[in-house]
């Protein structure tokens, strides 16, 4: 899920063109996940963000292997992410946060290791450059 609207949203920030220079558009995330081999007729793509509660309903309707949390990069909106994530992704499976560590997003991080000192399922695997990678019990 992502609301596409050409640049990188992020609240409290000016939102800027992506570093790349591709637009953030649902057809550059098509062509991405295709070039990566996933054909488009398998890509379910939701556009808002992951607290709208209309987009959390239509997404939790399965359970997932794998999750990438790489939205919104303040501490309030980790924690929220991470909460609702412990809620669909299945036991067993992988979470992955980006930019943890990262000293321009240090909410994500502050999040993350706050998210996993309290009473969740998920634990840290390890961590690779700024990816957090989190097992669901
Ligand atoms: C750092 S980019 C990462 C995009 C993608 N994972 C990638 O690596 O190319 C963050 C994206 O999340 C979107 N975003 C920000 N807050 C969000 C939220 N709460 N829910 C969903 N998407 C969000 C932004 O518009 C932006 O496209």
Redesign the pocket.
């Known amino acids: 899920?992502?609301?596409?609207?050409d640049v990188?949203?992020?609240?409290g920030t000016a939102n800027t063109a992506d570093p790349s220079g591709a637009p953030?558009s649902e057809a550059v995330v098509r062509a991405n996940l295709e070039l990566a081999g996933v054909p488009s007729e398998r890509i379910r793509l939701y556009r808002?963000?992951?607290?709208d509660p209309d987009i959390r309903r239509a997404v939790s309707d399965r359970p997932y292997g794998t999750v990438?949390v790489?939205?919104?990069?303040f501490a309030e909106?980790v924690r929220a992410?991470l909460e609702w994530v412990e809620e669909i992704v299945a036991p067993g499976g992988l979470v992955v946060v980006?930019?943890y560590g990262d000293r321009t997003w240090p909410g994500v991080k502050e999040a993350a290791d706050e998210y996993l000192a309290g009473g969740t399922a998920f634990e840290l695997m390890g961590v690779a450059s700024t990816s957090a990678f989190l097992r669901r019990r």
């Open positions: 899920m992502d609301p596409p609207a990188q949203l992020q609240p953030v808002g963000f992951s607290g990438i790489d939205g919104d990069h909106g992410d980006d930019d």
